[in-house]
């Protein structure tokens, strides 16, 4: 079967991700496809940096950005069908799609081609499993026919959890399947520095709380999103929610703000390692040099990994 080519651009948070992925769809002349799991809602796009000033300067065409209401839940595997859905469209136009973001569960499910994101949590099943240890989540697993349980990642409890739960649904379930298309990847990543990393975290919050991030919060509350789902969302709309419920003051917000987007982005570079244990082949690029030196560099990989059209 034929593969049609996707070039993915991933890294953690600031790492300038979008900035490069503009550029390269500049030379290309492509689209772009988010797989950010909050730029999907309209109304928030300061606190996820959706940069639409620069998609709509430079005439790059996006998709899965603003296509969900604040306040509605979105998921991976409706991320998967999206995804899909937009891909095909870009490469019956003969073009290169650009998938650009920071959620790596988005983009593993598609590279790895995980069906079971489409089964559902089962909190009740959690909460029984909470208190099991390593050795008796081994037995309940298997106390599961093999076939449904073959999937099963065995490396963390987490994981051991998760594996029970799909086969618990499978025993009385049918996963819904669509066709898929045939996709032959280039993974191309950023990496900072830690201090560097930092520094564009700290730097990138004073701005946006310049431009109005707790005025955005504040517009979405009035539009009736709940507290409890800006807090739900994280990170920026988890703290300044907190902040206009008067449980933090604005320094805190400040500095407990910035701690956690510090550890949010240790959470995905963690990720991307653990992509690249399960196979996925990532060519990382120093993310802090000057953008014509990183699209240069990337242009030479997609040169000489993809055939171009």
């Known amino acids: 079967m034929e593969q049609d ?57 996006f998709h899965l950005i603003d296509i969900r209401e604040a306040g509605e839940s979105y998921h991976v595997n409706a991320f998967k069908e999206d995804f899909y859905a937009a891909f095909r469209q870009i490469s019956e136009r003969e073009k290169i799609p650009i998938l650009v973001g920071g959620t790596g569960m988005y983009i593993h499910s598609l590279l790895q081609n995980y069906e079971y994101t489409a ?29 449904l349980v073959a999937h099963a990642d065995l490396s963390s409890t987490k994981r051991l959890i998760r594996a029970i739960e799909v086969a618990d649904y499978l025993k009385g379930n049918t996963l819904k399947t669509f066709a898929k298309p045939s996709i032959n990847p280039l993974v191309i990543g950023l990496v900072d520095e830690l201090s560097t990393r930092r520094a564009k975290i700290s730097n990138r919050l004073d701005l946006r709380l310049k431009e109005g991030l707790i005025e955005e919060v504040e517009m979405l509350i009035a539009r009736g999103v709940s507290l409890d789902k800006l807090i739900f969302y994280g990170l920026e709309y988890k703290f300044v929610a907190l902040y206009l419920m008067k449980q933090i003051d604005y320094q805190t917000l400040k500095e407990r703000l910035t701690v956690a987007i510090f550890q949010f982005a240790k959470r995905q570079m963690t990720f991307f390692r653990k992509m690249e244990k399960d196979g996925v082949k990532i060519h990382w690029l120093k993310a802090d040099k000057e953008l014509f030196s990183l699209k240069a560099e990337a242009l030479e990989l997609i040169n000489h990994h993809i055939q171009l059209k």
């Open 5 to 61: 080519p996707l070039l993915v651009i991933l890294g953690a948070t600031a790492s300038g991700k979008t900035r490069l992925a503009i550029a390269l769809a500049e030379t290309l002349a492509t689209e772009i496809i988010s797989a950010d799991s909050r730029q999907v809602f309209r109304g928030m796009d300061i606190g996820t940096g959706k940069d639409l000033a620069e998609f709509n300067q430079a005439k790059i065409p």
């Open 119 to 147: 089964v559902p949590k089962n909190e009740e099943l959690r909460l029984a499993l909470q208190d099991f240890d390593r050795i008796q989540l081994l037995e309940q697993i298997k106390s599961y026919p093999a076939n």
